[in-house]
């Protein structure tokens, strides 16, 4: 009897521990949601290509929804490849990526190879946008190339 | 009960770890690129015998460039009547020798015909974007050159296919 009043209290504790992680999913998660993806389009050999942030139908899209401040990094790629491994060179530097208003207002201009404090407005949702550069080589077969970019967003502090 | 509190403390120490999983999330962009196949032919430069005195011979060249970077099939649809001259005295039929070179003054590799139907030359796929140059060097003996004054022109008419 004794040892179950005084469990009572380690139940409480640890239904208060699920608790809080619930609350935080549902009253400060953050969404990413892919709007548009980098394209740099129809390249010759032996050319570069830059895709600039302001290039609305090239440049990558994606939408963060949230309520506190987070930190955005960014996983970037360093070429493009066919399926047979031929590659397009990429490259990325500081201006390439911005922040925006859904209404398409740059809020700041970003560097994608650093970590980025993206804070959320009013309507929760900002656009990040990112664009960068191909160099294609004269050696560069025909073809189509991909890449991921990989997206990762934490509440600063965890 | 010593047991039961320690599993409900690990238990307890599980669910707050998932908890700070929660505070990171990843999504991925797409990128991508086209590379065109590059086939097209620049500016012809015209095979002129010039001004021919009768009764010698002239000697004149012509090229056409081709940029590419997939293989390529050259043709003559013309056939035998390739180059042809005609003018005031009839119709000459210069003698030439054909192909392809890396430059517009030298031929590396001579199609198999000058004046054939059907494939003359076949080139596979280069390395990397070449610039190439189709080249018809074309000569008149003197009997040729000898006769009715005039303009005698004639059309070279070559097709590259992509292979």
């Keep these: ?158 | 009960m010593n047991r039961s509190l320690r599993l409900i403390a690990a238990l307890g120490m599980l669910a707050l770890p998932a908890a700070a999983q929660a505070q990171s999330i990843t999504g991925s962009i797409a990128a991508s690129a086209d590379i065109a196949t590059v086939f097209s032919f620049g500016v012809p430069s015209a095979l002129n015998f010039g001004s021919i005195t009768p009764n010698t011979a002239a000697n004149a060249s012509g090229y056409i460039p081709l940029s590419r970077n997939v293989g390529v099939i050259y043709s003559l649809p013309d056939g035998a009547s390739t180059g042809q001259l005609t003018g005031p005295g009839g119709t000459i039929t210069p003698s030439y020798t054909c192909g392809v070179g890396s430059t517009n003054a030298a031929i590396t590799s001579a199609f198999s015909s000058c004046a054939a139907t059907g494939n003359v030359l076949t080139l596979g796929t280069p390395t990397g974007l070449v610039n190439e140059f189709v080249i018809f060097n074309g000569s008149l003996t003197a009997a040729q050159t000898n006769t009715a004054p005039g303009t005698y022109s004639g059309t070279i008419r070559v097709t590259a296919t992509p292979n």
């Design chain 1, 1 to 158: 009897m004794t040892s179950r009043t005084g469990l009572a209290p380690l139940f409480a504790l640890l239904l208060a521990s699920w608790a809080m992680p619930a609350g935080a999913q549902t009253t400060k998660s953050v969404s990413i949601i892919p709007v548009q993806s980098l394209s740099f389009g129809l390249l010759l050999p032996g050319h570069r290509e830059s895709v600039r942030t302001s290039d609305v139908s090239r440049r990558a899209v994606v939408a963060l929804a949230g309520d506190d401040p987070v930190d955005v990094t960014l996983v970037l790629p360093t070429a493009m490849e066919t399926p047979t491994g031929e590659r397009i060179r990429l490259s990325f530097s500081a201006g390439d990526a911005a922040l925006l208003t859904t209404s398409g207002s740059t809020i700041s201009t970003l560097d994608p190879l650093q970590v980025n404090r993206v804070q959320f407005g009013n309507d929760r949702t900002v656009l990040f946008v990112l664009g960068g550069t191909a160099v294609t080589a004269a050696t560069t077969r025909p073809g189509h190339y991909t890449a991921r970019v990989a997206l990762l967003v934490n509440r600063p502090g965890t």
